[in-house]
């Protein structure tokens, strides 16, 4: 906006300029018309006219100068405010992108939340009610996770490793019964790699 501002103002500035270059332009060539019709005949307003054409030549110089500055500057504006909104449009660009692949995975991962909710729901059909109120409970208690992996002799829940009598306890359970962590009291689920 301040490149685009610039450029506008210098552009007023240089019709300004150039506007004053064209009367004093014009005024030099009444002059000189004037002159050469010869209609003025007194020595003294032929030396005055001369003088005021010189003169006129002399701030026509130095306003062109002024207008030529001005444009410089101005073409200094407008490379500015080219560059800058080029900038501006790549930024956009990226902008663009980036919503477009944050919009794609948000639907990925709102389908991917769909499937998992309706396994879940089949899941939980299948696991005992009491079962599944204690599973809830642990759930909001845990932020979320309500049961973790045994991996290893490691809670995946809470990172702890289990003692040697935890261990020993959960070797000597039955494959069926609910098995709890000592540490996060989360449900411990036993794989082949939990390390017993």
Known sequence: ??????????????????????????????????????????PKDLENLQHEIVSL??????????????MERRESAQERAAELTERVASVEAKIADASTRRDAAAETIEAEMATATKEREIVAGSVPADLLKLYEKLRAQQGG???ARLFQRHCEGCRLEL??????????????????????????????????
């Open 145 to 147: 996770v309500g049961a």
């Open 57 to 70: 030549a002399k701030r026509q110089g130095a306003l062109e100068d002024v207008v030529l500055e001005i």
């Open 163 to 196: 003692n040697i009598t935890e261990v020993n306890e959960i070797k000597a359970a039955a494959p069926d019964e609910v098995l709890r962590c000592e540490n996060c009291r989360r449900i411990l689920i036993r794989t082949p790699e939990s390390g017993l």
């Open 1 to 42: 906006m301040a490149a685009q501002t610039e450029d506008s103002d210098t552009a007023r500035e240089q019709i300004k300029a150039e506007q004053d270059v064209d009367q004093v332009r014009q005024r030099a060539a009444r002059d000189q018309k004037r002159l050469d019709s010869g209609a003025t005949t007194s």
